[in-house]
Every structure is written in structure tokens, then in C-alpha cells.
């Protein structure tokens, strides 16, 4: 790909650039640490299977093990609708509501880079 | 994989976990955004051919267009170095430092899921 500063993508290179990314920051309490990444981890395994979800990462704050932040990538707005009424969402919102030093937060972006084929989603000419 | 909260991981479920992951924050002026995408565009494009990298994503907040996210995923310590000695990094850098509202942050994290294998790393046991 080749891009110039001043006229943006040239049209054939255009790639779509429609997925959800969310960042949770999740800050828990020093003795919850190990048990919330038990927790985080059946729910990110289980969430990857959601038809609608293309990443769950789970990462952990390399100079505060006490702090994480969910990496969720969702395709549409629907999926992340879809995503609270899982049952995994629910046991895991209560699994870890009082572990937390804090309450948590969370920023939706949208990607610059790479497009939604990286994601795992076909190019937008073909979807339904 | 199952993993047991009380026990952790069971030993035969246990997966790599060693992927540098840094999240660079940018908050650039509102007449720098799309110069900044461009600039970012090239520069992750770049950044992801280095052996060294998994990830160069780049996302842009939805409520806020001039907060964007470099979410970059290292295989190991000096490719963290390797990247900041490159042409691209450092045209990255001094084109976009007269685009900042304020100090770019950047904080460090190890990935808890998924495992390195889902980063493009062959399990540590086969590493050399």
C-alpha cells in the first residue's frame, strides 16, 4: 500500500475500516490478581467463540500487575450488544465486582490499521 | 482449555505468555488528524515488517477523532529496541511531534490470553 500524506489512500487501495474496538481498564485489588485472571481468561475464551467477536485480548500492566485492560474487537454494534446478554459476560461482571480497586472504564476506537480483513472479516463489496 | 481458578492453568493446558504489548497514546491537534493517519498508516505498515513485531494496530477514539492508540506487540525485549533504531520510526517521530496537543504516554503490558502462539510465536519449548 502507498500512501500519500496530502490525497489520503488512493482508490484502490481503499480497505474498510468499520470494526469496534473497545479498551476495558480493569484495576483490582493486590490479593484479587490471580483469581481475576482465572476469571478473565474463561470469559475471553468463551467471548472468542461469539460469532460477532473477532479479538478478546486480556493483557496485564507490566510495572502494576494489578491493572488490565480487555482488548475487545467486535465486527458490528450488534455483536457488542450481543455480548452482554452471553451468560459468560454476566458470570464474569460478578465474578470480578468485588475484586475491583476501582470502578472500571472503557474507550471505543475504530481502526486506522490494519483494516477489517485483519480482524477476520471479508472486504465490505461482499458482506450481506 | 480449562482453567480451574483455585488451581490455575492445568499443567498440560500451559501456554507461553512473553509478548511485549505497548499501548502508545497520541491526543494530536484537531487539524492534525488526518495528516497524522497518514503518517501513522506508514509507519505501522512498516513497523509490522520488522521480524521482531506481532501487531502495529492503530485505532482513533469515536467520541474524540484526535485521541488515537498505537497498540504494538513485541516478540521480545530488543526487538523494543531494534524498532526505535529504524528509518521509519524515526520519520515517524519527527513528523508527528509538531502534530501532538500534548506528550505522547505509552504503558507496557504482558498478554495473559490468548497465549503467544496467537501473536505468530511457536511455543516457547521449540524456541531457540
Redesign the interface.
Known amino acids: 500500500?502507498v500512501?500519500?500524506?496530502a490525497a489520503?489512500?488512493r482508490d484502490s487501495d481503499r480497505i474498510s475500516l468499520a470494526m469496534?474496538?473497545i479498551?476495558v481498564h480493569v484495576h483490582v485489588t493486590p490479593d484479587a490478581v490471580?483469581?481475576f485472571?482465572?476469571?478473565?481468561?474463561?470469559n475471553?475464551?468463551n467471548s472468542?467463540k461469539e460469532p460477532g467477536v473477532a479479538r478478546?485480548?486480556?493483557?496485564?500492566?507490566?510495572?502494576d500487575p494489578t491493572r488490565?485492560?480487555l482488548?475487545e474487537a467486535y465486527k458490528t454494534t450488534e455483536a457488542i450488544a450481543a455480548h452482554k446478554e452471553t451468560a459468560h459476560y454476566a458470570a464474569w461482571r460478578d465474578a470480578v465486582a468485588p475484586m475491583l480497586a476501582e470502578a472500571r472504564t472503557s474507550?471505543?476506537?475504530?481502526?486506522?490499521?490494519?483494516g477489517d480483513d485483519a480482524y477476520g472479516m471479508p472486504p465490505s463489496a461482499e458482506r450481506p
Open positions: 500500500l500512501y500519500d500524506a489520503g489512500p469496534h474496538v479498551h490471580e483469581t485472571k482465572a476469571a478473565a481468561l474463561i475471553a475464551a472468542l478478546f485480548d486480556v493483557i496485564q500492566q507490566q510495572d488490565f485492560v482488548v474507550t471505543k476506537f475504530t481502526n486506522v490499521f490494519p
